[in-house]
């Protein structure tokens, strides 16, 4: 079989993917709520009045808050589709959008960030420093399987591939 084919997964892996994915949703349960309060604050002070210059910030604020909402809600079905390992070993998560912990320190990279782009370039003969690519299949916020290809550094994780229910 060529390293580069996708191969068995174990189960832990399926319910490591989950655990770390449901931390994505967590995260991203988080930063809408954070949104819907900010959003709620502008609109409660709009009653306010204010000089013009204050209604301008308002209506930014509300603008860019409500934006910030559609966003979070239009990825709520397969924000996170992919993961990198590096020959680093390092691994970098890829969706939807791009999300960051409290400590800012990114959770998911945005699949058009630069960072992303060995997601869809890295090959066997040119692997960008990458030794495995995951993709992770899902069904709402559950992961239903994953697909490992293995693109240097193979023996280090025995690539594989694996589908729940």
């Avoid at 370039?121 to 992770?136: E, H, K, Q």
């Amino acid at each position: 079989m060529n390293d580069s084919q996708p191969a068995a997964v174990p189960a832990a892996a399926l319910e490591a993917e989950q655990t770390y994915v449901d931390g994505l949703y967590a995260r991203l349960d988080e930063e809408r709520s954070q949104a819907r309060a900010a959003l709620a604050e502008v609109h409660a002070r709009g009653a306010d009045g204010g000089t013009r210059q204050a209604m301008t910030e308002r209506e930014v604020l509300s603008s860019e808050y409500a934006r910030r909402l559609a966003q979070l809600d239009a990825v709520e079905y397969g924000l996170c589709f992919g993961r990198l390992d590096t020959d680093h070993g390092d691994a970098l998560y890829i969706g939807r959008i791009g999300l960051r912990g409290p400590d800012r320190d990114p959770l998911l990279v945005d699949w058009r960030a630069p960072a992303a782009a060995p997601f869809y370039t890295a090959s066997p003969a040119a692997p960008a420093g990458v030794v495995r690519r995951r993709r992770l299949h899902s069904t709402g916020r559950r992961v239903t399987g994953v697909d490992d290809e293995l693109l240097g550094g193979a023996a280090v994780f025995g690539g594989a591939s694996a589908h729940g229910d």
